[in-house]
């Protein structure tokens, strides 16, 4: 059984950054491909970013390319989300996931339907 809990979430003006963090327990961190999504109020569940377990490869959802960096630090059992530039737009619940099933040289999945494993999510509130 693996636990994943997100912190980080706050609420910010347009322009800031912030800094997500997944941290997991049981089960071994370093053989998952992880992921960010996100839920916006009355909006399905997307993928925000995700990365294999080696870190090699990473995906990135269009609407944060370029403002989002997804990490990870197998040793720390930890995932990160680095958010700069935050718009009103990014207003969600993220949560963090974990595909147990991931295969290590392959790039991480980004259906959410792959992912076995989800945290409680964090708040992140952008205001204009």
């Known amino acids: 059984q693996v636990q994943l809990v997100e912190s980080g979430g706050g609420v910010v003006q347009a322009g800031d950054s912030l800094r997500l963090s997944c941290t997991a327990s049981g089960g071994t961190f370093s053989r998952y491909s992880m992921g960010w999504f996100r839920q916006a109020p009355g909006k399905d569940r997307v993928i925000v970013a995700a990365i294999s377990r080696n870190s090699l490869n990473t995906h990135y959802a269009e609407a944060v390319q370029g403002r989002f960096t997804i990490s990870r630090d197998n040793a720390k059992k930890t995932m990160y989300l680095e958010m700069n530039n935050l718009k009103p737009e990014d207003t969600a619940v993220y949560y963090c996931?974990?595909?147990?099933?991931?295969?290590?040289?392959?790039?991480?999945?980004?259906?959410?339907?792959?992912?076995?494993?989800w945290g409680q999510g964090t708040q992140v509130t952008v205001s204009s």
């Open positions: 996931a974990a595909d147990v099933r991931a295969i290590l040289s392959a790039s991480p999945r980004i259906q959410d339907y792959n992912y076995d494993y």
